[in-house]
């Protein structure tokens, strides 16, 4: 055994090790971090709007007063109104279910004339409306159930806020080498605060399009679907199906297979343009991630931190890229997650250099 090796291996196991604790350390004190990650990611989210209300000479507490009104009176309203839309879903799942198995009777009648067999009981259970509307109860829900803890994390967004300007310098203050690192501190920060304001602001036109389109077609609980669209925004490619799964279905029921399709196309056009056109105009395309990444870290913070993890999941994966891109010796990690092609790196690193 080569001994020079040794040092290397041993060094290895310890950082696994070390990671593997604090993972389970994060999983079990979840109840308090995910609060705190939220407070984190709305604090972001609002220090745009609130340098905007400063640069006008509004006192910065007044600011931040009615930058929290505003937060928490859109919540109320979203929230008085997505529980009444799943609470009347519910109410009448029943002959929503009734409906469907209509719809798929004479569907299997026109297949059969083409010699294709299908089973009824069968087309039901696969498309099961209760099923969908479970994961959408259970998205919202999970969401809804952090969220019980308000107060504290208005509290924490609050001193956040407060404390935003000096963040950056504690940071600075806290290296040994201050100088050295301080273009990567600003540059993370910077990449962090940009993605998440443009990723939001893309999530709400989402989420509003979407809205609009279904209630001009006079599609039932066009607010619901509006507003799981914006949630699942985040989480690309992946979200928009999920999103899209119990509103086919109720169009199906509702309007019947033409306009059912008709959403399906609504769905597609909005996350391509989005995802593809307006997404990479102001963000660039060298943020991306690849899709495998986007689905293993659906799983991986989904099973660390429950619902608010798998809604976050690819917001949290691309800060951990960009702080891994600020810094030299991890940014072949970052291309790792990246969906970059070899074209793509090298011009990245030219830029670098």
């Not at 600003?186 to 809205?211: C, E, H, P, R, W």
């Not at 963000?283 to 989904?302: P, R, Y």
Request: glycine share 8%; proline share 4%.
């Amino acid at each position: 055994m080569n001994k020079s090796l040794f040092p290397s291996s041993l060094k290895t196991a310890l950082l696994l090790a070390s990671i593997v604790i604090i993972l389970a350390g994060i999983k079990t004190a979840s109840a308090v971090i995910v609060p705190f990650i939220l407070s984190v990611f709305i604090a972001i989210i609002c220090n745009p709007m609130l340098k905007i209300l400063v640069n006008k000479r509004i006192p910065k507490g007044i600011a931040i007063t009615l930058i929290i009104s505003i937060v928490v009176l859109a919540g109320m309203w979203m929230a008085n109104l997505v529980g009444k839309a799943v609470n009347d879903f519910s109410s009448q799942l029943p002959a929503y279910q009734q409906q469907l198995s209509q719809q798929f009777v004479g569907m299997s009648s026109q297949l059969e004339a083409y010699n294709i067999p299908v089973e009824i009981n069968q087309l039901t259970e696969y498309f099961d409306p209760g099923a969908a509307m479970n994961v959408v109860t259970i998205i919202v829900g999970g969401f809804g159930g952090v969220m019980a803890n308000l107060f504290l994390i208005l509290l924490t967004v609050i001193f956040m806020m407060a404390e935003a300007d000096s963040l950056p310098k504690k940071l600075h203050l806290a290296l040994a080498d201050p100088d050295m690192r301080m273009a990567q501190i600003d540059q993370f920060l910077t990449s962090v605060n940009q993605y998440l304001a443009i990723k939001t602001m893309v999530s709400i036109a989402t989420g509003v399009i979407i809205s609009i389109a279904l209630w001009a077609i006079g599609l039932d609980y066009w607010v619901l679907w509006g507003v799981l669209a914006f949630l699942l925004n985040y989480i690309p490619n992946i979200g928009s199906i999920i999103a899209a799964l119990p509103v086919v279905l109720l169009a199906i029921i509702q309007l019947g297979l033409g306009w059912a399709g008709g959403v399906v196309l609504l769905y597609l056009v909005v996350n391509v343009v989005m995802g593809n056109a307006v997404e990479p105009r102001f963000l660039g395309k060298q943020l991306g991630l690849s899709t495998l990444v986007i689905f293993l870290s659906l799983i991986f913070w989904g099973w660390l931190l429950g619902t608010v993890g798998m809604l976050l999941s690819v917001p949290l994966t691309m800060i951990l890229k960009i702080g891994l891109e600020s810094n030299s010796s991890s940014r072949w990690l970052a291309y790792l997650l990246g969906s970059e092609t070899a074209e793509t790196i090298e011009t990245n690193e030219e830029l670098i250099k």
